[in-house]
Antibody, heavy 116, light 108 residues
Framework: EVQLVQSGAEVKKPGESLKISCKGS????????IGWVRQMPGKGLEWMGI????????RYSPSFQGQVTISADKSISTAYLQWSSLKASDTAMYYC?????????WGQGTLVTVSS | DIQMTQSPSSLSASVGDRVTITCQAS??????LNWYQQKPGKAPKLLIY???NLETGVPSRFSGSGSGTDFTFTISSLQPEDIATYYC??????????FGGGTKVEIK
């Protein structure tokens, strides 16, 4: 079964750093793009960026360029989304998904809460 | 960047009604458009790919049409289990993607 499993919920303070993960299984992890999508409370889906684990080619939405870092470790079939200094406005659900001409499968989501 | 304008942002309809959602691209994207359904607390689920193709296992009351810049998603007979938010997604300039703003569908 092709699946993506994300790391658990996080509660952080403003200014702290964070790295969340997305582990792929059941397919060739290095052969498909993996992307990240933000969903703020009660809001829509926002595409953040994407990485090709085979060669680490990474692209960002202009809205998220410089705000987050996307990386991958192909040796353990895991992609990451990282913040160096969280803000309250980063509070959201974050989904990873395997992206091609369709986005499928999706991870179960990681809820990030940033509060003082 | 390609922008996707989805409308309406929300709608309320009765069980059995025909529901239509539109998505407009800021430039020609051919048929490079998908539709997803998201239920509360769940990840999005693919319903329609390449503008008009029904994903395996998805009920036939769901359909999509369009090409170029204008696309339509239809539920032919709304059912209670269809309560969700629906999103269009363009993939004309892979690997970058864009989602529409979403349409929340409720039962009247």
């Amino acid at each position: 079964e092709v699946q993506l499993v994300q790391s658990g919920a996080e509660v952080k303070k403003p200014g702290e750093s964070l790295k969340i993960s997305c582990k792929g299984s059941g397919y060739s992890f290095t052969s498909y793009w993996i992307g990240w999508v933000r969903q703020m409370p009660g809001k829509g889906l926002e595409w953040m960026g994407i990485i090709y684990p085979g060669d680490s080619d990474t692209r960002y939405s202009p809205s998220f360029q410089g705000q987050v870092t996307i990386s991958a470790d192909k040796s353990i079939s895991t992609a990451y989304l990282q913040w160096s200094s969280l803000k309250a406005s980063d509070t959201a659900m974050y989904y990873c998904a395997r992206h091609g001409t369709i986005s499928d499968p999706w991870g179960q989501g990681t809820l990030v809460t940033v509060s003082s | 960047d390609i922008q996707m304008t989805q409308s309406p942002s929300s709608l309320s309809a009765s069980v059995g009604d025909r529901v239509t959602i539109t998505c407009q691209a800021s430039q020609d994207i051919s048929n490079y458009l998908n539709w997803y359904q998201q239920k509360p607390g769940k990840a999005p689920k693919l319903l329609i790919y390449d503008a008009s193709n029904l994903e395996t296992g998805v009920p036939s009351r769901f359909s999509g049409s369009g090409s170029g810049t204008d696309f339509t998603f239809t539920i032919s007979s709304l059912q209670p289990e269809d309560i969700a938010t629906y999103y269009c997604q363009q993939y004309d300039n892979l690997p970058t993607l864009t989602f529409g703003g979403g349409t929340k569908v409720e039962i009247k």
